[in-house]
């Protein structure tokens, strides 16, 4: 699957940015989480929520084929969401994305980037330099069961 175009995302991706989240977590999480926190994984999102965050100005979206295949969202300081495409994992397309997001979260004065991983992607973020720190639990904030995850860092400079 090559190659992609890189594109800031745009107000009307909100529906293709749900489905890669929704798919994602179905293909990609599976056998690290029960059935029950991954059909309450979404909460109350809809693609309405993914509208608001592509109008904060910081999404990239993955095109391939006029298909949007994945994403990365960052603020300072913190990689917020990456999720791909089964078809697209093990492409290199993550690595790209994870490039992005910690661009896009670096700023003046920070010296370390975060994220917060889900526990079948804490290898990816290892490879690229990530440091597991704690073990939580994401609530989601919008409903659903709360998920494991593992805090992670990046020192920058």
């Not at 979404?42 to 993914?50: E, I, L, S």
């Not at 791909?84 to 993550?94: C, M, P």
Request: glycine letters at 14%; zero cysteines.
């Amino acid at each position: 699957m090559q190659p992609f175009t890189l594109r800031s995302a745009q107000p009307g991706d909100g529906q293709a940015v749900f489905d890669v989240t929704r798919q994602s977590i179905a293909g990609l999480a599976n056998g690290r989480y029960t059935p029950e926190q991954l059909s309450g994984w979404m909460g109350d999102r809809t693609p309405a929520f993914y509208e608001q965050l592509i109008l904060r100005g910081r999404m990239v979206v993955a095109v391939h084929q006029d298909r949007i295949v994945g994403f990365v969202d960052s603020e300072p300081g913190e990689v917020t969401r990456l999720f791909l495409l089964r078809e697209a994992s093990g492409t290199g397309l993550g690595a790209e994305l994870l490039k992005i997001g910690i661009a896009n979260a670096h700023a003046p004065g920070l010296r370390v980037i975060k994220v917060e991983s889900t526990l079948n992607a804490e290898g990816f973020y290892k490879r690229h330099g990530f440091v597991s720190r704690t073990q939580g639990v994401f609530s989601h904030g919008v409903g659903g069961q709360p998920i494991g995850i593992v805090h992670m860092e990046l020192e920058v400079e």
